[in-house]
């Protein structure tokens, strides 16, 4: 072995040399040889091995379980989304040059169908304005002629309800409510992933799923028979194209189909109720029933207006019910939820666009109109995911300076208490590689089995965590860490307590023989001296180039700070965020490092007073003479401090967010819709109540839309122009 007086000692001739004469086998045995001391020395300091064990192992469990959660977060967006919106990509409905509410899904099933892409979809008709009537007369059940035309009780003819349409089903039936009715393919949304929390099954012809809160108030059970009165101008329209339509003209001079015969009164069993839809509608959504689109049109046939024509009646036995389909929902081929998990919005939006842009090509650019809802809510909620990766971003960046000064203290500690023991292994013939390696060796004991335990429970959480958002979302989301977590879990465990080494092996090779060999010599001075010459000062270089930074940084700021508001760049907004933040969580640390003077002393005399006056001098001189140590110590709790209270702010403050925007898009805390329609003069009753409860502080309303005015002609006068707006009609 070369002496460490040789010529070559320190020069990188000897470094050379000793590594070119390295053989795998003398590798092995240095290794060997350098854990059976960092062993020992474990076993002397058992604290800081633990200590040092659980802050590595801490840190990587929580970077590779955040990074692994953050990665299927879009996962959970997603399903914010469809609990608004349903469980579907894209909705299809007609439009552009089709002047009809409907259009043909049989036909464009037989393309649809035949392309591996858009043959995930199911069609839907929707009776928006239906009415549920129960506990009616048998008569009633029995013929279903009376259900359109007869006399009342009382002799007079059927008043037909507040339509005016539905006959005498309101004279003969105790209770009534409205309801939205949707006619659907049970089979077609199975397979595509429609209502992937639905539990009843599905419905045979002839019965009814309703909501709790359409039986209640009903009155009804299960088994219990039912008449629900569609209005179905636009889907008779769509099912009988090639007949001629029974007409009737408006006081304003418009032809629709007359509205007596467009309207269906069918009979039902209800077959089950349901709180929630199970994912096939949005989860606001209320006073819904679903039955089966299939057989619909032989129903209809044999329950329709008794003076409907021979003709008509026929060409709707003919007809199927998706002849006249009210939507169309399209959902990418399974797993569609891959498509949602990137990071990057721009991805999800080409997936999700692209396919929509696939499904209207196919059907045809001028006969249908497509919207993609779940991936606009998506977009509201992106600045959040954004948000969420700057927090990760500044909890890797806190956790690698506490993990950093931690392992380098602990080491620094290690080798000051050993100075001696280090000094005879080096007069005993170890070189300078060979103190490296045992540093870096004893760092390692403690940074490997920690970063393997750490890997394998965040491993374990993950599961669990993936496992519930399985549950949550009814996904098959994968379980185990990502390749990104394991990879950062990695960068924090095994290179972080690499770095930290770095300064602990400076000093143990800074400190000479003859210092290391005196044990009489404390290792901690109490006084430093140092001797600066006037001819020989220089400028500081530490000021200047501190000076040049935060200059830098400075006009940076005043330049790109403006560029990302005028472009809208999220991205770039958020990366000067973290770096104002990082600033500011710097700033306050430098600020308690300034008082660490003043409050050791404020300790020392609030805790110590009862002590005899020198008691307090001696502990105030081991503080000064520890006090670069200290400062360490000093460093991590105020950096913890900080951290953990910036993420507690600032995660309740984006949680209040969240919330504000979930209430401003509702409108307030509380939202009552009306199944019948409330008179103008009522409100002002309901008004009066809401002042009267301390609990309101105030009460607004809005009207019923437009789209509720069945055949009926609606006038606006603008100040240039009068339009005349009619709203679902059917026009020959």
Request: proline share 4%; hydrophobic share 45%; charged share 15%.
């Amino acid at each position: 072995m070369n002496s460490l007086h040789s010529k070559d000692a320190f020069g990188k001739s000897y470094y050379w040399n000793y590594f070119k004469a390295l053989t795998p086998r003398k590798v092995a045995a240095l290794i060997w040889h350098d854990l059976g001391i960092a062993t020992k020395e474990l076993r002397r300091s058992k604290c800081n091995f633990v200590l040092g064990f659980i802050a590595c192992l801490l840190s990587v469990t929580i970077v590779a379980v955040l990074y692994t959660a953050l990665s299927f977060t879009p996962i959970f967006f997603l399903r914010i989304a469809e609990t608004e919106f349903g469980e579907f990509d894209v909705s299809i409905s007609a439009g552009g040059f089709v002047n009809s509410d409907a259009f043909n899904f049989t036909a464009a099933s037989q393309v649809l169908d035949q392309n591996e892409d858009t043959k995930y979809s199911s069609p839907r008709l929707v009776f928006e304005e239906a009415t549920g009537y129960a506990s009616c007369t048998e008569e009633i059940y029995a013929n279903s002629s009376r259900r359109y035309v007869g006399l009342s009780p009382g002799g007079l003819p059927c008043s037909g309800g507040a339509r005016g349409t539905d006959g005498c089903l309101p004279d003969y039936c105790s209770s009534t409510t409205s309801l939205t009715l949707y006619a659907i393919d049970f089979d077609r949304e199975e397979f595509m992933g429609l209502g992937r929390s639905w539990a009843l099954g599905k419905a045979k012809p002839g019965e009814i799923y309703l909501q709790s809160s359409v039986a209640s108030e009903l009155g009804i059970d299960i088994g219990a028979k039912l008449v629900v009165a569609l209005r179905a101008g636009e889907t008779l329209a769509g099912w009988v194209t090639n007949a001629s339509l029974p007409v009737w003209e408006t006081s304003q001079g418009k032809k629709i189909i007359a509205p007596d015969l467009a309207t269906f009164s069918l009979q039902f069993t209800l077959a089950g109720v349901f709180e929630e839809s199970g994912g096939k509608t949005p989860l606001l959504e209320r006073q819904i029933g679903f039955i089966s689109h299939e057989d619909l049109t032989a129903l209809v046939y044999q329950q329709m207006h008794p003076q409907t024509p021979e003709l008509l009646r026929n060409a709707v036995r003919a007809a199927k019910a998706t002849d006249a389909t009210s939507i169309a929902y399209f959902n990418m081929k399974p797993p569609r939820f891959t498509a949602y998990t990137s990071s990057n919005f721009v991805d999800i939006q080409d997936s999700v666009v692209g396919f929509s842009t696939t499904v209207i090509r196919t059907l045809g650019y001028g006969n249908v109109n497509g919207d993609v809802p779940v991936l606009r809510r998506i977009l509201s909620l992106r600045i959040f995911n954004l948000f969420l990766g700057l927090i990760l971003a500044i909890i890797l960046v806190v956790l690698c300076l506490l993990l950093g000064v931690l392992i380098y203290s602990l080491l620094l500690i290690s080798v000051e208490t050993r100075t001696f023991d280090l000094g005879v292994l080096r007069m005993s013939g170890l070189s300078r590689p060979g103190l490296v390696r045992l540093i870096l060796v004893q760092a390692a004991v403690t940074s490997i089995p920690a970063w393997i335990m750490g890997l394998i429970f965040a491993s374990v959480v993950t599961s669990a965590l993936l496992n519930a958002l399985s549950s949550i979302t009814n996904t098959n989301v994968p379980a185990g860490l990502s390749p990104a977590a394991v990879g950062w879990a990695t960068l924090i465990g095994l290179a972080v307590p690499a770095l930290a080494s770095i300064s602990p092996v400076l000093t143990a090779l800074g400190t000479s023989m003859a210092k290391a060999l005196d044990t009489k010599r404390s290792a901690a001075p109490a006084i430093k001296y140092t001797y600066e010459r006037s001819q020989n000062t220089k400028a500081p270089k530490a000021v200047i180039a501190g000076g040049s930074f935060f200059s830098i940084l400075g006009i940076l700021l005043y330049i790109l700070f403006p560029a990302a508001l005028l472009r809208f760049d999220f991205t770039l907004l958020l990366g000067i965020f973290f770096a104002l933040l990082m600033g500011i969580l710097a700033g306050l640390v430098i600020l308690s490092l300034n008082v660490e003077i003043l409050i050791e002393t404020s300790v020392c005399h609030l805790l110590l007073w009862p002590f005899p006056r020198s008691i307090r001098t001696v502990v105030m001189k081991n503080l000064v003479t520890h006090r670069m140590r200290n400062r360490k110590t000093f460093f991590m709790y105020s950096l913890s401090i900080a951290f953990i209270v910036f993420i507690a702010v600032t995660f309740s403050i984006q949680i209040k967010s969240l919330e504000f925007q979930e209430q401003k898009e509702q409108g307030s805390l509380l939202r009552a819709n009306f199944g019948e329609y409330v008179p103008l003069s009522q409100l002002k009753l309901l008004s009066d109540w809401a002042d009267q409860q301390p609990l309101i502080d105030g009460v607004g309303w809005m009207s019923q839309p437009l789209k509720s005015l069945e055949s009926v002609a609606v006038n606006m006068t603008l100040p240039s122009r009068q339009l005349s707006i009619c709203h679902a009609c059917v026009c020959t």
